[in-house]
């Protein structure tokens, strides 16, 4: 094999590995993020249980008094924001409105 047909080789392999790469990556983030949207998901449930308020659809005040809840019990922002998106994401999927632009979801992200 020339030199040439070996240099081409070894591109065509280095790149194919790249995008490889960039795949199991791209999968991974969104495994992991399924993940933390999952268990979000199950911190807001068990919270709109035992506060006696509906799960689905998620009411913008009681997501709001759920971030409140959140933050006065410590969590960091990144916590309160994955728990707001894994909620958000949810909604998407069984087709309800979005409650991250209701007034009082931002209201409470801008405290």
């Known amino acids: 094999m020339s030199d040439i047909a070996r240099r081409q080789e070894g591109a065509i392999s280095t790149e194919l590995s790249i995008e490889s790469a960039k795949k199991y990556a791209?999968?991974?983030?969104?495994?992991?993020?399924?993940?933390?949207?999952?268990?979000?998901?199950?911190?807001?449930?068990?919270?709109?249980?035992?506060?006696?308020?509906?799960?689905?659809?998620?009411?913008?005040?009681?997501?709001?008094?759920?971030?409140s809840h959140l933050a006065d019990t410590g969590k960091a922002w990144s916590t309160i924001n994955t728990a707001l998106a894994a909620i958000e994401y949810i909604h998407s999927q069984q087709g309800l409105s979005s409650i991250r632009a209701s007034r009082e979801v931002i209201t409470v992200g801008k405290g």
């Not at 998901?41 to 998620?58: S, T």
């Open 26 to 67: 791209q999968s991974s983030q969104a495994e992991n993020t399924m993940r933390a949207y999952k268990a979000a998901f199950k911190r807001w449930c068990l919270w709109a249980v035992a506060n006696e308020r509906p799960q689905l659809p998620a009411n913008p005040e009681d997501v709001a008094v759920y971030m």
